[in-house]
């Protein structure tokens, strides 16, 4: 995630983690300490200044927030009962390949990018959709049925309160992203305490509020995309 041009994740600040520009010395100036040098220095001096001007990682939060916001949209429709629970496996390849997968890997680029939120907010809810497909392939059956709900609810708590404080640095990135996490905040909330009472009302509240983070997602994955293809803001993520 970088800045409003390429990304929905706003400007940062100086020590934020995020790297800084590289000077690279002036066509003029490489040519004036190249002069008289011999044939090896020379080579071996323009190898390091194409290292050094080489195109950098392109930004990973497009990736990111579409796999996070399809596999959210997925569940989510089924949490909502647009249709059947019995339907809830569809979800299980997105959740292991495209949300959980994919959005690792968009957080190991953030870390490489040293983007401390993107790499923490990505490689974290990459795990969470690999430990979900783990939970719904291996260990769901195998709960306890009397205690199940609160099994499943103590796992959804978590996620809420990791989700709560990624929101209170979210604030600082962007309006857009500011919105993914209050609402799947929000979601996790819902999720949680219609596992934990069985209350399925409380269940399909969470996917609705699921469907809503989704969308955001979406969008603000779509201005990374278009602003980064025309080079220009095409769709504004409410820079901070």
């Known amino acids: 995630m970088s800045v409003e041009s390429t990304s929905a994740a706003g400007t940062f600040p100086t020590g934020s983690g995020r790297r ?3 000077p690279v010395p002036t066509q003029s100036n490489t040519a004036s300490t190249q002069a008289g040098a011999d044939p090896a220095a020379l080579a071996q001096s323009t190898v390091s200044t194409q290292a050094a001007t080489g195109s950098a990682f392109a930004d990973p939060a497009a990736l990111g927030l579409g796999a996070f916001a399809m596999t959210t949209f997925v569940l989510s429709a089924i949490n909502a009962g647009l ?3 019995a339907d809830e496996p569809v979800v299980l390849g997105l959740a292991l390949f495209y949300g959980g997968i994919a959005q690792f890997g968009a ?3 953030e870390f490489a990018n040293r983007n401390v939120f993107g790499a923490t907010a990505f490689c974290s809810y990459g795990a969470f959709w690999l430990s979900f497909w783990f ?3 291996f260990t769901a059956a195998n709960l306890p049925a009397a205690d199940a709900g609160k099994a499943v609810g103590l796992y959804l708590l978590g996620w809420a309160i990791f989700t709560a404080y990624m929101t209170i640095a979210s604030w600082r990135v962007s309006m857009g992203v ?3 996490f209050v609402f799947l905040t929000l979601t996790f909330i819902a999720l949680f305490i219609g596992a934990f009472t069985a209350a399925s009302g409380l269940t399909m509240l969470g996917g609705w509020l699921g469907i809503i ?4 997602a979406w969008y ?3 201005a990374v995309v278009a602003n980064s293809t025309f080079k220009r803001t095409v769709l504004s993520v409410g820079r901070r």
């Open 220 to 222: 603000c994955s779509l």
């Open 20 to 22: 800084a520009e590289t």
């Open 213 to 216: 983070t989704a969308l955001i």
């Open 135 to 137: 939970l719904s392939q």
């Open 107 to 109: 957080g190991i680029w």
């Open 83 to 85: 249709i059947p629970k």
């Open 178 to 180: 500011f919105a993914v």
